[in-house]
């Protein structure tokens, strides 16, 4: 795919290029082809996706490193300000320190993603040749320039009481006790703590959340480690942090427009059609990346020292 990029290319061509005799290429052309990843014209193949190069990111980096000082500034004032507000409010975890500033400015980050998409959707995502719909982009750099690491938005529950949110910026590595998401698979166990649930007797997904710190366990009771708010609570907070997740949109429409721009020039010309989905993809949330680390860098917000889940919190209706 890197090699067929920029320039179409024979199979002879990719062969030597990549030092892959002709029978084994020729299967792995196939399979890329019927996947819709390479396209063929005549005898020549080239790559049908938008590859987010190192050079790319790096010149995109050097172009947007402006914007985000000022949004940074005014977002981290206001939701200051609004704390002893929110502390008046009824959840488990208003009387969190520090952690409790993290949640509220990651709260308004995730909300102004959402703000953020629907004044400036995505297309529609296209139907994809080996089934479901969606969009298909790469990297050359192993993530290397990668500054958010993943979302689960809502995690509910089967029967539809309670949902968790979990947020995993590069930033907070040092104090997060898992280094990819594992906690889809334990969503049963993180609601019954949302829920304030009975413990379900000995089960590896209770047990793994126990040590680790997310769910605590005290008289038979679960209870999540992190904050957990009533519906018409949550909502409260969403209305206190709404001028904030404003400013939050504004930043993540200007990074993904200068993104779009700057990706056209990097791209061949039979992907650029794709690069103003892909830019809303990757650098809204990587803008909400950037923020967290301004605030870091800034010593305004503080890593704990010791492991512990930040940037997840619960609500339960």
Not at 172 to 188: A, H, M, N
Not at 242 to 254: D, G, H, K, N, R
Not at 279 to 308: Q, Y
Request: hydrophobic share 40%.
């Amino acid at each position: 795919l890197l090699a067929a990029y920029y320039v179409p290319m024979t199979a002879e061509e990719l062969s030597v290029e990549l030092g892959v005799s002709m029978p084994y290429l020729e299967d792995e052309l196939e399979i890329l082809m019927s996947a819709g990843l390479l396209t063929r014209n005549g005898s020549k193949y080239q790559t049908n996706l938008v590859i987010l190069t190192d050079d790319y990111e790096k010149e995109f980096v050097k172009t947007t490193e402006d914007v985000y000082p000022k949004a940074a500034g005014t977002i981290f004032e206001a939701a200051e300000k609004l704390l002893p507000q929110v502390r008046k409010l009824d959840f488990h975890g208003s009387d969190y320190d520090n952690r409790l500033l993290f949640a509220l400015l990651n709260i308004a980050l995730i909300k102004g993603y959402q703000l953020a998409n629907e004044k400036s959707p995505l297309g529609e995502p296209k139907r994809l040749p080996l089934g479901c719909s969606g969009w298909v982009f790469g990297y050359d750099n192993d993530y290397a320039n990668h500054h958010f690491y993943g979302i689960m938005m809502e995690c509910w529950n089967r029967e539809g009481s309670a949902y968790f949110s979990v947020e995993n910026y590069r930033v907070i590595s040092p104090c997060q006790r898992y280094d990819e998401f594992v906690l889809g698979t334990k969503s049963r166990v993180m609601c019954d703590a949302v829920l304030e649930r009975a413990e379900a007797g000995e089960n590896e997904e209770q047990s793994w959340l126990v040590e680790n710190g997310f769910v605590l366990c005290k008289d038979g009771i679960l209870s999540a480690n992190f904050p957990v708010f009533r519906s018409d609570v949550f909502a409260e907070v969403c209305a206190l942090l709404a001028p904030i997740s404003e400013t939050a949109a504004v930043c993540m429409l200007e990074i993904s427009d200068e993104a779009e721009r700057v990706l056209k020039e990097h791209v061949p010309s039979t992907v650029k059609d794709q690069c103003g989905d892909i830019a809303k993809i990757h650098h809204r949330l990587d803008a909400a990346a950037f923020l967290m680390e301004t605030w870091i860098a800034d010593g305004k917000l503080v890593l704990p020292a010791e492991k512990i889940p930040l940037c997840v919190w619960g609500v339960r209706k």
